[in-house]
């Protein structure tokens, strides 16, 4: 149930009758209703799609009505949307009961049924990119197409979105389940739509990684980050290195929790992103935030003594013994074990808060895991103090440090990584660290990096955002949630929710689309559906919630 934070704002009767006509299309203006004096209603948006689509526009012709019968049509039966239509499928079947079978245009059975169908096509002249795609409701019911079958998923998402909020619930509801009649043509702005993950502050199993995969998938989220070792825990099993899962996941912050996944459940986790079309990265963060590592096997460290595993939440004391061979032997099979496991590009490798070591050291470090990546396959990603390090053409930068006094000052490194020829994902921690406290009254989280509100996280460019890197220099933006303070699955989603959907616009939707009142005014009804889904989330007072879901009239 959501995190009730902050008191309810109800929203005036005339606002929700407004929202429903103007959902049918069918909208009069609001004088010609007779409705006893009510504040305004303020500007009600025609839908409420999150990530906002490059367009979309109401259109002519009655409302969609799903019905038992409807099916999921693949359009020339292309099989490489079995797999969308089968996860369509699944999202739709538990609110409506109905049976959402899948068919093939060409067989026999998919005659233009009298009920309305779902058509999945694809077209290599949908214009766009990977994840453009095209949506209309039509006579038949909703066409969607894409040149890629992750352009079709995608448009499955925005349908979601444009059904009921009581779509998501996990047991019958009545419905009527109706679309407004509507036309999408959508592309992404940046390819790198991420979030991050600290399963090594406290780890959090597979059921709950894949949980938070549900909702990154639902708002067009193309990567995840998971931040699987640090000083408090390390969480993936190392065939050639056992101690690593065995002894350094026993513990966490506090102590208070441990674990780690197996080989098969990091698998598993991998291919439930990738059929959601979402790239796993892990990160091995090295050569500092090692306590785990360096309490598991004495010879990482110089003195060949481990130290106690670590339950604090400080951060910079720990280094692996950059001076030592063993140290590049330890790092290469890691390396090798997790290129195995990982189909994406990338492999993160961490670089950040390295208290111990003169810059030469931690430079040739970084350097040399650099090469061990590249030989195992992979491109390396780093956070920004790699930029001090001689950067390969294909590393990655993620911008995170915030000065004192603005993200100017911590810029520098972005500037110089940029100098260098590389590009930045953008993960200022004054916007998108997600384990910022909301306001002093939030108990989860931290708040190093000042209080971080939904319109911090929202108003903002990540092209323009530090001076001397400009959008050509970024990939995309990720938000990292840190668990020191978080616990459980409902911290994380009171954290994530709904400063997740300011990130999504972020990566998605074209920077001179974006303004804030429109924003929220969308996010309004997202309460509603998390509620369906039985997810946790923070009333942001800075957003007009729903409490009542718009019905469409009868077409
Ligand atoms: N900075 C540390 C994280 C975490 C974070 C908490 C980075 C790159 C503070 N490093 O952010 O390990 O402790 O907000």
Not at 99 to 109: D, F, I, N, Y
Not at 118 to 144: F, K, M, Q
Not at 300 to 305: E, G, Q, R, S
Request: proline residues 8%.
């Amino acid at each position: 149930m959501p995190q009730a934070s902050s008191p309810r704002p109800l929203l005036p009767l005339a606002a929700v009758i407004v929202t429903s006509l103007a959902l049918a299309g069918g909208c009069r203006s609001a004088s010609s209703l007779s409705v006893a004096a009510a504040p305004a209603p303020r500007t009600v948006p025609a839908h409420h799609v999150v990530p906002l689509p490059s367009s979309i526009t109401p259109s002519a012709g009655p409302p969609v009505t799903f019905v038992a019968a409807s099916r999921i049509v693949l359009a020339a039966g292309d099989p490489e949307l079995d797999g969308v239509a089968r996860l369509l499928a699944a999202a739709l079947t538990p609110a409506t009961g109905y049976a959402w079978p899948v068919v093939a245009s060409t067989s026999a059975g998919a005659v233009p049924g009298a009920a309305p169908d779902i058509t999945l096509a694809l077209d290599a002249a949908v214009p766009g990119g990977r994840d453009a795609y095209r949506l209309d409701t039509t006579a038949t019911g909703v066409r969607i197409v894409a040149a890629t079958p992750e352009g079709v998923f995608r448009g499955t998402q925005t349908l979601r979105q444009l059904l009921p909020p009581a779509i998501h619930a996990s047991a019958v509801q009545p419905g009527p389940w109706r679309v407004a009649p509507v036309s999408v043509t959508d592309a992404p702005r940046y390819q790198w739509r991420g979030a991050m993950l600290d399963v090594a502050r406290h780890f959090f199993g597979p059921s709950q990684v894949k949980r938070y995969i549900d909702l990154l998938a639902f708002y067009k989220f193309n990567v995840l980050h998971l931040h699987l070792s640090d000083d408090q825990g390390w969480r993936i099993e190392i065939l050639s290195w056992p101690r690593l899962a065995t002894w350094g996941g026993s513990s966490s912050v506090k102590g208070d929790g441990s674990g780690f996944f197996t080989q098969a459940e990091y698998r598993d986790i991998v291919a439930y992103a990738s059929a959601r079309f979402i790239t796993v990265i892990p990160e091995i963060d090295m050569p500092g935030h090692t306590n785990a590592a360096l309490a598991s096997y004495p010879e990482l460290n110089c003195n060949d003594v481990a130290p106690p595993l670590y339950t604090g939440i400080e951060v910079g004391f720990s280094s692996l013994c950059v001076g030592r061979e063993v140290t590049y032997r330890f790092v290469d099979d890691v390396v090798r074990e997790l290129a195995a496991l990982t189909p994406g590009p990338y492999i993160h490798i961490g670089g950040d808060e390295v208290k111990k070591l003169t810059a030469a050291e931690y430079a040739g470090f970084i350097e040399r895991a650099q090469e061990i990546v590249a030989r195992h396959g992979k491109r390396a990603i780093g956070w920004d103090e790699i930029a001090h390090a001689r950067l390969a053409p294909t590393t990655v930068v993620q911008q995170w440090r915030v000065g004192k006094n603005g993200v100017a000052d911590a810029g520098a490194a972005a500037v110089s990584a940029v100098a260098q020829g590389a590009r930045l994902v953008m993960s200022p921690a004054s916007k998108v660290y997600l384990d910022m406290k909301y306001t002093p009254s939030t108990v989860l989280g931290l708040n190093w990096a000042g209080y971080v509100e939904l319109r911090d996280t929202y108003a903002w460019d990540p092209g323009a955002l530090i001076p001397g890197v400009t959008d050509e220099h970024v990939l995309g933006v990720e938000a990292p949630l840190w668990t020191e303070t978080i616990v459980t699955m409902s911290d994380l989603e009171v954290m994530v929710l709904p400063r997740l959907l300011a990130v999504a616009d972020l990566g998605w939707t074209a920077q001179a689309s974006r303004e804030w009142n429109a924003f929220t005014a969308r996010v309004a009804m997202h309460g509603l559906r998390w509620d369906a889904m039985g997810v946790s989330y923070y009333r942001s007072p800075q957003v007009e919630w729903m409490t009542v879901a718009p019905t469409l009239p009868r077409e």
